[in-house]
C-alpha cells in the first residue's frame, strides 16, 4: 500500500550568496560524473523579464574548494527556466561543457543563435554553428531546434528577441528535429514539422501552428523521445494539443505513444489572459509533461492514459503503459531516477495558499512517497520567470540538486539523501 511520509532531510545553500545562481531544467544533470563540480549560470538579479542583452556568467562550482565559483564565459542566449542549456559532455576528451550564446554570425540553420564549447580544464574553446537542446550521453550528437519557434509558442523556454516573431510557417518542410554530429558540427535535418503533421494527422491540426519540445536521448544514445505540440491559439496554453513520441536518433523508427487530441470548447471565444493562474497549465487533465528515460526501452511521463492522468510509464517498444503511484503521485511534478533505479525524485507546483513546493523521493519498491523539504516560492516572479525545483541526482545517489528562491535569492541547494535511500 502506498503512503506519504515526512522524511526531512539536510539542506544547504551552494556558495555564500552574493550573487544569483541557478541551473535550468531536471532533465540533465549540473552534477560531473565526479560528483565535485556543479554547472550554473550566474547573474546578478533574482528576477527580471529577460531582453535580449541580458547576460548571465556561465560556470561551476568547486564544491571541493568550498564552493569556489569559476566563470568559463558569458551568454545572452538562456531563459530562466532552462538557463543555456548547460550540460556536460562526458564523452569527449578532456573535461567540456556546452552552452548556447547569440552570434549574428555563426552561419548555422538558425541565425542568431550557436553553442559553445568549453574545456575547464585547459580553457579551450570551440563554437558550434547552432544552439543545442539536448546532448547524447556519449557525447557523439546533439539534438537542436528552433528557439525563435519558442518566442511564438511556448516564451518561457525561449531565448527573448524583443518582438516574438509572428509569422512563423504553421508545419515547415524544412524545420523541425535537426541532429548535429559532435564535435563537428554538422547538422541534418531529421523530421520535420511537415511530416510530423502528417503523420497520424488529427482534424485539430489544420491551421494550427506546430513545435516539439522535451527532447531526451536515452542512456544508450541510440533512441530520442520528444512531445509534439500544436496549437490554433499560442497565448492560451489550455488550447494545447500533446502528442509523445519516440524516435531513433536519424529520425527513423517514428513511434507515438500517447495522444491527448480533445474538444476544446473555448477556443472560439476571446481569450482572458488573467483568467488563469500562473500553473493552471501545468495542471490540466490533458497535458502530457516532463518526460524522462527509466532506462533504454522505458519512458516515465506525467500525462493520461486510458482517460486518467497519473506518472505514467511507458514500453517504448510495445507502447503499453501503466501508472506508478497513482495514490500518492497525484500532481504534475520533475520526475528522475536515481542512479541505482530504486527511486524517483520529483516536486509539485506552488500550493495556491501557501506557495509551498515539496521536494519528494518516492520509493518504487515499496510505494511509499517521502516527503523531504517544503520549499516557499515567491507567487509575484509570475511564469516565465519562476523558479522551478526542478532537482537533479547526485551521482552517486547520496544527493540531489535544486534551484529554490525560498531565502529570497535564486540559488542552488543540495539536499542530502544519503540516510534515507541507505
Known amino acids: 500500500m502506498s503512503a506519504i511520509q515526512s522524511s526531512p532531510c539536510p539542506i544547504r545553500k551552494v556558495g555564500d550568496g552574493t550573487h544569483h545562481h541557478f541551473f535550468g531544467y531536471y ?13 550554473a549560470q550566474r547573474v546578478p538579479y533574482a528576477n527580471r ?14 564544491l571541493t574548494d568550498n564552493d569556489r565559483f569559476h566563470t568559463i564565459g558569458k551568454t545572452t542566449a538562456w531563459n530562466w527556466q532552462m538557463g543555456s542549456q548547460l550540460q556536460w559532455l ?38 558550434l554553428p547552432d544552439p543545442v537542446y539536448s546532448v547524447a550521453p556519449d557525447s557523439s550528437f ?44 554538422a547538422m541534418k535535418l531529421v523530421l520535420s514539422l511537415h511530416t510530423l503533421r502528417n503523420f497520424q494527422p488529427l482534424d485539430s491540426m489544420q491551421d494550427a501552428v506546430h513545435w516539439v519540445t522535451h527532447l531526451e536521448i536515452n542512456g544508450a544514445s541510440d533512441r530520442v523521445l520528444f512531445i509534439h505540440r500544436w496549437t490554433r491559439r499560442v497565448e492560451d496554453e489550455t488550447c494545447f494539443l500533446h502528442r509523445l513520441f519516440s524516435m531513433a536518433p536519424d529520425g527513423s523508427e517514428l513511434t507515438l505513444l500517447e495522444c491527448t487530441d480533445h474538444p476544446i470548447p473555448h477556443l472560439e471565444q476571446d481569450h482572458d489572459p488573467n483568467r488563469l493562474d500562473t500553473f493552471d497549465y501545468e495542471k490540466s487533465e ?17 500525462g493520461p492514459n486510458k482517460g486518467e492522468i497519473h506518472y505514467q510509464l511507458y514500453n517504448v517498444d510495445t507502447g503499453q503503459a501503466h501508472a506508478v503511484g ?37 520509493n518504487l519498491e515499496t510505494g511509499l512517497r517521502h516527503d523531504i523539504a517544503a520549499l516557499l516560492t515567491d507567487p509575484d516572479l509570475g511564469k516565465e520567470n519562476r523558479c522551478d525545483l526542478h532537482p537533479r541526482w547526485h551521482p552517486d545517489g547520496t544527493g540531489v540538486c535544486v534551484d529554490s528562491i525560498h531565502e529570497n535569492e535564486r540559488q542552488l541547494y543540495i539536499v542530502d539523501v544519503k540516510q534515507l535511500v541507505s
Not at 552534477?31 to 556543479?38: A, F, L, N, R, Y
Not at 552552452?99 to 580544464?121: C, H, K, L, M, T
Request: aromatic share 12%; proline share 8%; hydrophobic share 35%.
Open 142 to 185: 546533439a539534438i537542436c531546434v528552433d528557439f525563435r519557434r519558442f518566442n511564438l509558442t511556448h516564451p518561457t523556454i525561449g531565448y527573448n528577441e524583443g518582438a516574438a516573431p509572428t509569422d512563423l510557417p504553421l508545419a515547415p518542410e524544412d524545420d523541425g528535429i535537426f541532429n548535429m554530429s559532435l564535435p563537428d558540427g
Open 326 to 362: 497513482a495514490d500518492v503521485l497525484t500532481e504534475n511534478g520533475h520526475m528522475t531516477y536515481s542512479p541505482d533505479g530504486k527511486w524517483m525524485v520529483s516536486d509539485t507546483y506552488p500550493d495556491k495558499e501557501t506557495n509551498i513546493r515539496m521536494l519528494f523521493l518516492y
Open 49 to 62: 523579464d529577460l531582453a535580449p542583452d541580458n547576460v548571465a556568467q556561465v560556470g561551476y562550482f568547486d
Open 90 to 127: 562526458p564523452g569527449l576528451p578532456g573535461k567540456k561543457v556546452v552552452y548556447n550564446i547569440r552570434d549574428d554570425n555563426s552561419g548555422g540553420q538558425y541565425p542568431g543563435f550557436a553553442a559553445r564549447i568549453v574545456d575547464i580544464e585547459t580553457g579551450d574553446e570551440q563554437q
Open 286 to 302: 490533458y497535458q502530457i509533461s516532463h518526460p524522462i528515460w527509466r532506462d533504454d526501452r522505458h519512458i516515465m511521463v506525467w
Open 27 to 39: 532533465n540533465k544533470t549540473n552534477w560531473d560524473p565526479s560528483g565535485e563540480k556543479i554547472l
